[in-house]
Nanobody
Framework: QVQLVESGGGLVQAGGSLRLSCAAS????????MGWFRQAPGKEREFVAA????????IYADLVKGRFTISRDKANNTMSLQMNNLKPEDTAVYYC?????????????????WGQGTQVTVSS
């Protein structure tokens, strides 16, 4: 079982940047996908970005494409999300998650392990 811990959230003004990190412990198989999801107050959790652990295939939600960059460090079992040009609507709790590798990387129900979440607040 993979265990995940996020860090790097905080308060930033619109137009600013933040970098989230996710440290994974346990065995991450090569076909696993790692993803970022977010949940704003009163809204459902939504997909942000994901990366295939071994091959490095990446997919982004349209809302963050061009502003966010996902990356992973296989040697250190960490994943990051660089968020630039942040907007107030990016305010949410951000979660990292690990998928067994089957099914769409954008579907949260394909992810079995989740971190505790980190708050990102973007002020206008």
């Amino acid at each position: 079982q993979v265990q995940l811990v996020e860090s790097g959230g905080g308060l930033v003004q619109a137009g600013g940047s933040l970098r989230l990190s996710c440290a994974a412990s346990g065995r991450i198989l090569s076909n696993y996908a790692m993803g970022w999801f977010r949940q704003a107050p009163g809204k459902e959790r939504e997909f942000v970005a994901a990366i295939r652990w071994s091959a490095g295939n990446i997919i982004y939600a349209d809302l963050v494409k061009g502003r966010f960059t996902i990356s992973r460090d296989k040697a250190n079992n960490t994943m990051s999300l660089q968020m630039n040009n942040l907007k107030p609507e990016d305010t949410a709790v951000y979660y990292c998650a690990s998928s067994s590798g089957f099914g769409s990387m954008t579907n949260q129900y394909n992810y079995a392990a989740w971190g505790q979440g980190t708050q990102v607040t973007v002020s206008s």
